[in-house]
Structures are given as structure tokens and as C-alpha cells.
């Protein structure tokens, strides 16, 4: 059995260069692999088309990336809660395709399922649907949105073990699992990292196969994004 297994976080982005496409997990500041992120602002690679279902807060997940200006484009579905994210996009220092959230996860699925392109019905006349090849299936019009093509996958999970399966837990499973083996070079960093065989395969959500590298991270923080909490009546 191959072992993927890295020990270090500069090991595991060892590749990365300016200009890449780069697809990370997340959602939100949720399931975001913050130890990558912060070895992409450390080595200052710049020129990045960053694929994201948003791009964290101003202060964290991919807003450090944004604040070092290390990102030439977002690909996105939503970007509500990050000011500076909202400042290089009006200022057009930022080039930001905003896709339906659907679809984005779905052009990640294609891409790790070896599915060239697809057709939607998501964004039909609309300006998604600019320049885009329409179709009629079943009565209903529908656009063909391509497959995404990156150069690496960062994904975060829960565990994972030296072969580089991984396990995603809660709302952490989001955007990383199909993220998995839709790019060259697919890398993972857990949580916890396990010897291959310890794990229940009845709980694997993604096999070694669409992994390349795994690393254990370290000192996650696990912010929470709007904190609400109740008054407590005495």
C-alpha cells in the first residue's frame, strides 16, 4: 500500500507556484484548511485563481490571502462576509466569476469524475449563462457548464490514515470531499492521522485513490463565523 504521508505542511504544497489554480474546501470558516492557507501567505505565492465556495473573513480562511493581494481571481458562490473581498471586487483589483453554489460543487464532482462537461438548468437566462451552449432537455432549457481545471486540491478532514483515506466530520463534509481528485494533485491535511488499516472502511467517506499527499495539522482554531447567542432570562 502506497503511504502519502508528509510531515511537514511546506512538504505537502511543495509545487505550488505563482499563478496556479488552486481549488480549496471549506464552507465558510468551516472545514477550511487553515494550516495550508497559512503556508500559501508564508510563501508569498501570488497570481492565484483560487476555487472556493467563498472566501473566508477579512482575517482568516482565504481573507490572509486576499489581504496580501496572493489572489488574481475568485471563483465563488458567495462572498458576503468578507469586506475586502468586497473592496477588490468594485475597486476591479479582484477578478471574482460568482457561479450558483450548485454548480460550482457540481464542476468539482465533473472534474473528479473524469466528466469533461455537463448541462444545468441552473442559471438559464441569466448571466451565467452568457456565451454558454444551451440545450433542451425535457422541456426545459439548460446550460453546459464545464468541469473545473486545477493544478492542486486543498482539502481539510477530520481523519485520515497514511494512504490517504479520509474521514470528513459534520458540516466539515461540504465542498472537500468532491474537491478530492478533481485537481493534479490532491492534498489533505487532518486532524488526525492514522497508520492505513485502523480505520473502519464502513466510515471512509473518500478512498486513498484521489489523494496524493496527507499531513497532520496542528493549532486549528475552528472559529465560529456569526456567533448568536440567546439572553438568558433569570
Known amino acids: ?16 507556484e505563482n499563478g496556479m489554480t488552486l481549488m480549496l474546501g471549506g464552507f465558510g470558516l468551516c472545514g477550511i484548511p487553515e494550516n495550508s492557507i497559512a503556508e500559501l501567505v508564508q510563501k508569498e505565492t ?8 467563498n472566501a473566508g473573513v477579512d482575517d482568516f480562511g482565504l481573507g490572509l490571502l486576499l489581504q496580501k493581494k496572493q489572489i488574481k481571481k475568485m471563483i465563488s458562490s458567495y462572498v458576503g462576509e468578507n469586506a475586502e473581498f468586497e473592496r477588490q471586487m468594485l475597486s476591479g483589483e479582484l477578478e471574482v466569476d460568482l457561479i450558483p453554489q450548485g454548480t460550482l460543487a457540481e464542476r468539482c464532482r465533473a472534474a473528479q469524475a473524469g466528466i469533461p462537461a455537463f448541462f444545468t438548468p441552473a442559471g438559464y437566462g441569466t448571466e451565467v449563462a452568457e456565451g454558454k451552449e444551451v440545450r433542451e432537455f425535457n ?16 482539502v481539510k478532514a477530520w481523519k485520515g490514515d497514511t494512504a490517504g483515506n479520509l474521514i470528513f466530520k459534520g458540516t466539515a463534509r461540504n465542498f472537500n470531499p468532491c474537491m478530492c481528485g478533481a485537481a493534479k494533485i490532491t492534498v489533505a491535511e487532518v486532524e488526525e492521522l492514522v497508520e492505513a488499516g485502523t480505520l473502519d472502511p464502513n466510515q471512509i467517506h473518500i478512498p486513498g485513490i484521489f489523494v496524493q499527499r496527507i499531513f497532520q495539522g496542528k493549532k486549528y482554531e475552528k472559529r465560529i463565523e456569526q456567533r448568536t447567542v440567546r439572553v438568558r432570562n433569570n
Open 46 to 53: 501570488k497570481n492565484l485563481t483560487c476555487i472556493s465556495n
Open 1 to 16: 500500500m502506497i503511504n502519502k504521508k508528509v510531515n511537514t505542511v511546506q512538504e505537502a504544497l511543495q509545487g505550488i
Open 139 to 154: 422541456g426545459k432549457m439548460h446550460i453546459m457548464e464545464h468541469a473545473f481545471k486545477a493544478d492542486f486540491a486543498i
